[in-house]
């Protein structure tokens, strides 16, 4: 079974920093990986999603970045600011299945 | 809608009720999930369906709970007799084709607190 781990599990930031968040997959037959923001009580926002033949994408102030070979991704966020303040989630499409199987989630806090 | 629509936000049963939760995917979406998240994880597959057919419920916890979607649009999660651990936040997604690589949009989630 896909096991997605993400690292750290919280990370507390001033703002104006870069900060990386990983994931990690155990295994590489996927065929996308998506980036989720969830915010305290509500739903999960799609941030990026990354096929499996792209090496990254970009949005603003993100990147995301997948090496497929090696099962890693990494967000990210350049500039933080305190509305960057949330829960993110990485979550890959596996080949054959009907899902998207989530890692846990790194909880980030910018403080102002 | 302009987006996926879960109702109710919140819903408190106490244990050995049963209860309905209800998702308005995003209007001509064909692909709904239902997903389970618990305190602190990540959402956990439920169930997919492909317009009204449930092609999987690999995720389904135990036969207290069923899925259903009979035309093609609004789904129904139930779940039977709830115990404590059925407590979770319950997430609905949908996505505009079937084929693999197609964005998913999630909606705010049903809270169920079973006390």
Redesign the interface.
């Known amino acids: 079974k896909q096991e997605?781990t993400q690292i750290p599990a919280a990370l507390s930031v001033p703002e104006g920093e870069n900060l990386v968040l990983n994931c990690s997959f155990t295994d590489s037959a996927i065929?996308?990986l998506?980036w989720?923001r969830q915010d305290p009580?509500?739903?999960?926002?799609?941030l990026l999603?990354i096929?499996?033949s792209q090496r990254e994408q970009t949005s603003g102030r993100l990147n995301a970045s997948l090496d497929k070979s090696s099962g890693r991704s990494t967000l990210y966020i350049a500039a933080s600011q305190p509305g960057d303040s949330a829960t993110y989630?990485c979550?890959v499409?596996q080949?054959g299945a009907?899902?998207?199987?989530?890692?846990?989630?790194t909880r980030l806090t910018v403080i102002p | 809608g302009a987006g996926v629509s879960q109702s109710p936000r919140y819903k408190v049963a106490k244990r050995g009720q049963d209860v309905a939760l209800r998702c308005d995917p995003i209007s001509g979406h064909v692909s709904l999930f239902w997903y389970q998240q618990a305190l602190g994880q990540g959402p956990e597959f439920l169930t997919y369906f492909q317009n009204e057919a449930q092609l999987d419920k690999s995720g389904l916890p135990s036969d207290r709970f069923f899925a259903e979607r009979p035309e093609g649009s609004v789904s129904t999660l139930k779940i039977q007799r709830t115990q404590q651990e059925d407590s979770a936040v319950y997430l609905c997604a949908s996505s505009a084709a079937t084929g693999f690589g197609t964005e998913a949009f999630f909606g705010q989630g049903t809270r169920l607190t079973v006390v």
């Open positions: 997605v065929y996308n998506q989720f009580g509500k739903g999960l926002t799609s999603l096929q499996s989630l979550a499409e080949t009907n899902n998207l199987f989530f890692g846990t989630g």
